[in-house]
C-alpha cells in the first residue's frame, strides 16, 4: 500500500484516510494534536496510550512517520538535559494539510481542552510535559 501524503486523490488517498484512522495511529495523531504543544516525547505518547504496549506505541510512531504524516524532532544537543527528553513527534506540514482537507482535525480545541482536563498525570510525565521542546513551527 502506498502510504506517501503527497499522493493525488483517489485510491491513494483513500488508502491513507483508511491508513491513519486505524484506531491505534489515530489515538496518537490525536495525542500530538491535543499535546500543549503538539511535539509530545515518546514516553508522553506511551503513558497516553496505557492499554497499548510501548513497542506497538513506537511501531505505529514509526509507520506514521514512513508514511510522512508524522515526523520526529530533536532538540539540539546544547540545549539537552539529562532527565528530559530530547526527541519529539510532530504532524508534518504535509500531513496537517491532510488531515484537515479530509476533516480529521475538526475537534482539535476541544481534543485540546481535553488533555488540559487530566488530572492524574505522574511527576514524570508533568516534568516530560514541561520540558524544552525544539523551536518549530507547529
Known sequence: MSTDVGTPEGANARELVHFVTQQTRFALLTNI???PAQLPSMYE???LNPSVSEATVYKHVQKLIDAGVVESVALPEDERRQGNPWKFYRLTDE????LAEHNLLEAEATLQRIYETISDKSD???RYENAPRPDVDT
Request: hydrophobic share 45%.
Open 45 to 47: 505518547l506511551e503513558q
Open 33 to 35: 494534536v491535543q499535546h
Open 124 to 126: 514524570k510525565m508533568i
Open 95 to 98: 500531513g496537517r494539510a491532510f
